[in-house]
């Protein structure tokens, strides 16, 4: 069977002879024609095989016309359809009409197309064109394989080309297809009424004021034996009460007098929140207090509770470890209940080994104490249950759903369109008279603080090097709702409750390496609350052309978040880290046997008696009566969470009389230190500064060159700077780390000299034109000073008498 194909175009007729229904033409022809007396007649013919093409007589055309057995019009250009018929009329050839796709009749093709086909702009075109065309954008906006095929899949689904085309177009986004999915709420009922608790009456009263019945999670838990003091480890998405089960069974031991409660949690801003909430809900039944560190540097901060008596003692890992390690475990006091939340916490590569040696020696000071587990994120519940001798309570409902979006968009696209979907997201109240407010996850510090800045919508922002009072007044405003946006880093994934209805990933990295499975879902479990929202909403912004290093674009690490699932680790530490646990469970375990026993309760545990040699070879412990001690030395090490390294640094300084500054110094350097004016430095400069001071910027803004450039008061500062850090005659410089030793000396001398943290960054900007923030010079202050106490205390042991007091002097000035 031989159909030809016309489509009529512009002054020309493209003829295509379709054998038996094919796609390909037996050739591709153009027929042009002239006017005669008579009408409309052949006047060129050529067709095209391949590359080749030649003319063929008119006559050729006509013949072909006559043996096809159908003739069939394409819509196209209507005068030369027109004057096509009066061709056909002079020969008495019979015509019809085809609705074929207008893309494959002008590549040299045939399709016939219906209603079904995908429909672009105000026609339909064929599949097999349709995809090409969505191919061809995503090539042009460089989306990768797992991109191009989602928009392949919402192409067939929607039959919609001008749709999917806009998901690359920000300005024309469709919420519709930029949903990825939706984890849907599965909501059981709870069988447990709060008035039928088996709970003291003045707890009762308490939960009472809050709410009437369990919710899934806290019940399930409550039939397990949570109030018969069963330990438990609680597996459950953020927002399904987790937190409650802990205070449930901690204000229940308080109560009948079995002990206090410690709640453990890995941050300090999740710390003060806890002691905030805590001391307003329980204070008629329970006192609380506050450890987050050895708290040395109090100038210029606000004083909360710390004492040790307290019924419930709030705190970080490192916190509650300190009072261990040091030897003061006795005034803990009675434990009834431990609660470690964000326990997944064991799995990570720096801190892992501090938070399992903290359990295995809060279990072996208070064997009967309860411990209560708590995360949204294990990778494996039923093996770390087991590892820690817990009954599982996994809970995988989700009390709201949760839309998820992948939007492509170039990184210059992403503020715009945060601006436009939060103010959308404010806009709205939910059922519950709430209104929408959204959480912004970027990937740095000075990013938070820009982004907050520049948008048009209120935002402020919110990471870890922030003071206390900082933090807090975000927090107050965001749970009041008069803060639509909050923009962090990754401060806000572990657990500190902001009530926000979506999130959006600004940037899917965190620094310069791409967000984990967990950190993505305790990331985005923060959207969505059940006593607030209908819904929880969480939008990645990936942008196909940013990628770290050789590694995958934005684009392809958005698929793996989104179809990942969680990984499981281990919990496995090297034999610094092993050295490092051992020593400090040898200040709780005296006994040889008893050691052994608290060694057999770390999750990460090695090889004991080797770990016994290598301590007693560095002089770390010692044979006592029945077993080990710590040695001198050994003590000081545990509890100032000294490496080997470090200490031996330390020990080596020492006895060759360098300077107790000289020394803390060289343990460790404020290097998150920013240019204040870094905008004006770029411009005077023509080039992209980076704002951290201790880098690449210090080589481009402090070089003759680069100084010369600047106006006369950022001049003056930067020759400042230079005189005072820079005159170092090292091969190195400025990358030889002593400006980094000279100026964090500088900021141990202003607060010796009396300054608080928020006076130290005020005077080195005021000098130097530059900045840190309030968090991280509080942190490496208090961090200083407990590498000074180290110092006075080991050049005691090797009777470097001088230098011990010199070091407890300035200590002492540090602290006030």
Known sequence: MLSIIIHPQDSKLAVLPIKDNAKEPVFYGILTLKKTPKGSRAGKFRIRKGEKEEFRAPAEVIELLRLADGILIAEGNERSEAEFKELLAAYQLDYGYTNACRLCLLAGRYTRVNSDSIRFHDEHVCEDCAKREVMKEASTHKIGKHGQERLIRILLGTRDLDRVLAMLSPEKLDSGLTRFDTMEANWVESSVKVKDLPVHEELKKILLHQLEELMPVQALSVKAGLLEGKNQLIVS???????????????????????????????????????????????????????????????????????????????????????IRSGNAKALGK?????????????????????????????????????????????????????LGAALIEFEERPVPIERHLIFSPEYEKKRLIERLAKQEYDKSSSRGFRGQTIVFTNSRRNCHMLADSLSIKAMPYHAGLSYNERKRVEEQFGKGKLPVVVTTAALAAGVDFPASQVIFESLGMGIE???????????????????????????????????????????????????????????????????????????????????????????????????????????????????????????????????????????????????????????????????????????????????????????????????????????????????????????????????????????????????????????????????????????????????????????????????????????????
């Open 237 to 323: 998405a953020t927002a399904t009460g987790k937190t409650l089960v802990g205070e449930l069974a901690g204000l229940q031991n308080i109560l009948y007098n079995k002990g206090r409660m410690l709640f453990l949690v890995p941050l300090v801003a999740l710390a003060n929140q806890k002691y905030e909430q805590f001391t307003k809900r329980y204070s008629s039944i329970a006192s609380t207090s506050l450890r987050v560190g050895t708290s040395r540097i109090t100038k210029g901060t606000k004083g909360v509770r710390t004492s040790l008596s307290s019924d419930i003692i709030v705190g970080t890992y490192e916190g509650a470890d300190f009072i």
């Open 335 to 387: 434990i009834g209940t431990v609660v470690i939340d964000e326990v997944h916490m064991l799995e990570d590569k720096e801190r892992g080994h501090r938070l399992d040696g903290l359990i295995a020696r809060l279990k072996f000071i208070s064997p009967d104490t309860q411990f209560i587990y708590l995360s949204a994120t294990v990778g494996k519940p039923q093996w770390l249950a087991e590892k």
């Open 514 to 816: 791409w967000l984990t499975i967990r950190e993505f879902q305790q990331m985005l479990g923060r959207a969505g609350r059940p006593d607030y929202h209908d819904r929880g909403k969480v939008v990645l912004l990936a942008d196909p052309e940013k990628r770290f290093g050789k590694g995958d674009t934005e684009d392809e690490v958005a698929f793996k978040l989104l179809r990942g699932e969680l990984e499981h680790f281990g919990v496995e530490y090297g034999e610094d880290e092993m050295l490092e646990e051992t020593l400090s469970n040898i200040v709780v375990a005296r006994r040889l046997s008893d050691i052994r026993r608290i060694n057999g309760l770390l999750l990460g545990s090695g090889d004991l008696d080797y770990l016994l040699d290598k301590l007693t070879e560095y002089g770390f412990i010692e044979k006592a009566s029945g077993g080990l001690s710590p040695a001198e030395l050994g003590r000081i090490v545990a509890a100032h969470f000294l490496s080997v390294e470090q200490t031996f640094l330390i020990k080596d300084a020492v006895l060759k009389g360098r300077e107790p500054l000289d020394i803390v110094t060289g343990l460790d350097v404020i290097d998150a230190v920013y240019f204040k004016y870094a905008s004006q430095l770029s411009d005077a400069l023509g080039t992209d500064i980076p704002t951290r001071v201790f880098g690449a910027g210090l080589d481009i803004v402090f070089s003759a060159d680069g100084i010369s450039k600047l106006k006369e008061n950022l001049r003056r500062s930067a020759l400042d700077f230079a005189r005072e850090f820079m005159a170092c005659r090292c091969k190195d410089s400025p990358y030889c780390g002593c400006a980094e030793k000279k100026f964090s000396a500088m900021v141990v001398e202003l607060c010796a000299g009396g300054l608080s943290p928020d006076g130290i960054i005020s005077e080195l900007t005021k000098r130097y034109g530059v900045y840190a923030y309030a968090g991280d010079m509080l942190n490496y202050l208090d961090q200083a000073a407990r590498s000074l106490e180290a110092v006075e205390l080991i050049a005691g042991i090797y009777g470097r008498k001088e230098l011990s007091m010199k070091a407890r002097e300035l200590r002492e000035k540090m602290e006030g």
